[in-house]
């Protein structure tokens, strides 16, 4: 079992940046790969980027490419996902997931863990 905790929500003008964190509660961090989600009002959730174990390398939704990026620290458990250029539409829960690898990384099947979100809020 893989406990996760998802920090760094708030709100925030367009245009402006922050930064997600989550910690993981198992020492075998590791072995998961990481992924964010969002699920804005009244839509799916939907895959926004995810970093294999060895964080070497990263995929990314198109609707956040060269905004957002996604990195991990296995000696302190814990991944991020910074973003820049905040727009209206990336108002959502963000949810940090992990899951064993060897799926496709897109979609929420292919992880087992989850956080329980934390709001991102971009006014215009």
């Known amino acids: 079992q893989v406990q996760l905790v998802e920090s760094g929500g708030g709100l925030v003008q367009a245009g402006g940046s922050l930064r997600l964190s989550c910690a993981a509660s198992?020492?075998?961090?590791?072995?998961?790969?990481m992924g964010w989600f969002r699920q804005g009002p009244g839509k799916e959730r939907e895959f926004v980027a995810a970093?294999?174990?060895?964080?070497?390398?990263?995929y990314y939704a198109d609707s956040v490419k060269g905004r957002f990026t996604i990195s991990r620290d296995n000696a302190e458990n814990t991944v991020s996902l910074q973003m820049n250029s905040l727009k209206p539409e990336d108002t959502a829960v963000y949810y940090c997931?992990?899951?064993?690898?060897?799926?496709?990384?897109?979609?929420?099947?292919?992880?087992?863990?989850w956080g329980q979100g934390t709001q991102v809020t971009v006014s215009s």
């Open positions: 997931a992990a899951g064993p690898g060897g799926g496709d990384y897109y979609y929420t099947a292919a992880y087992d863990y």
């Open positions: 198992r020492t075998t961090f590791s072995r998961y790969v």
């Open positions: 970093i294999v174990r060895s964080g070497g390398r990263t």
